[in-house]
């Protein structure tokens, strides 16, 4: 079974830095694709970024530029590196194993003055 468990979120001022980890286990992470998904108050859970198992990523219009995902392999860990977050930031924020569907618990991002 999948585990994915996420850590490093918090509350940060508007143009601070964040910077998300999710460590995986119970799957041979290095062939799966991974993505960090978030869900605002009122909103629906949406990609805010991939990363395939070769390392090729992709971005929501909304975070390019600001946001960067990466892996480590042999740590079975995947990042979120978030650099001039703004308050529309804010959600819960969940990294997925998109080979095998499974979710982590999610970590709470808030942006505020």
């Known amino acids: 079974q999948v585990q994915l468990v996420e850590s490093g979120g918090g509350l940060v001022q508007p143009g601070g830095s964040l910077k998300l980890t999710c460590a995986a286990s119970g799957s041979i992470f290095a062939s799966h694709a991974m993505g960090w998904y978030r869900r605002a108050p009122g909103n629906e859970r949406e990609l805010v970024a991939g990363?395939?198992?070769?390392?090729?990523?992709n971005y929501a219009d909304s975070v390019r530029g600001r946001f960067t995902i990466s892996r480590d392999n042999a740590k079975k860990t995947v990042y979120l590196q978030m650099n001039s977050l703004k308050p529309e930031d804010t959600a819960v924020y969940y990294c997925?194993?998109?080979?095998?569907?499974?979710w982590g618990q999610g970590t709470q991002v808030t942006v505020s003055s």
């Open positions: 990363i395939s198992s070769g390392g090729s990523t």
């Open positions: 997925r194993d998109r080979f095998s569907g499974y």
